[in-house]
């Protein structure tokens, strides 16, 4: 059974880091495209993050960039949301998901990717 499982979240203050992870199970991650997506409180889950198959390609939102970077290692089968500089408004349950399609170019429907249960990040003081 495919499976990934997202790992790293928690409760930090305005200003500090966390470092996300996603591993899989029953497939290997290099044949996949890995996107992060997170969901706050009564919003819609949106993408924030993507990764290609490769390696060689990645998208990030506008509100992230510059301080949220993916990255992925094949020999552990697992892909990184390295985070930083946090800010209270990036409070969610970020999803890692998995899709056959090894670009960043389009955001798919739901059921095109292999999801994770999600791990909450927290940023407040």
């Known amino acids: 059974q495919l499976q990934v499982v997202e790992s790293g979240g928690g409760s930090v203050q305005p200003g500090g880091s966390l470092r996300l992870s996603c591993a899989a199970s029953?497939?290997?991650?290099?044949?996949?495209?890995i996107s992060w997506f997170r969901q706050a409180p009564g919003k819609e889950r949106k993408r924030i993050s993507c990764?290609?198959?490769?390696?060689?390609?990645?998208s990030y939102a506008d509100s992230v960039k510059g301080r949220f970077t993916m990255s992925r290692d094949n020999a552990k089968n697992t892909v990184y949301l390295q985070m930083n500089s946090l800010k209270p408004e990036v409070t969610a349950v970020y999803y890692c998901?998995?899709?056959?399609?090894?670009?960043?170019?389009?955001?798919?429907?739901?059921?095109?990717?292999?999801w994770g249960q999600g791990t909450q990040v927290t940023v407040s003081s």
């Open positions: 990764i290609s198959s490769s390696g060689d390609s990645t």
């Open positions: 029953g497939f290997t991650l290099d044949n996949y495209g």
């Open positions: 998901a998995a899709s056959t399609y090894p670009y960043c170019s389009a955001i798919l429907p739901r059921d095109a990717y292999y």
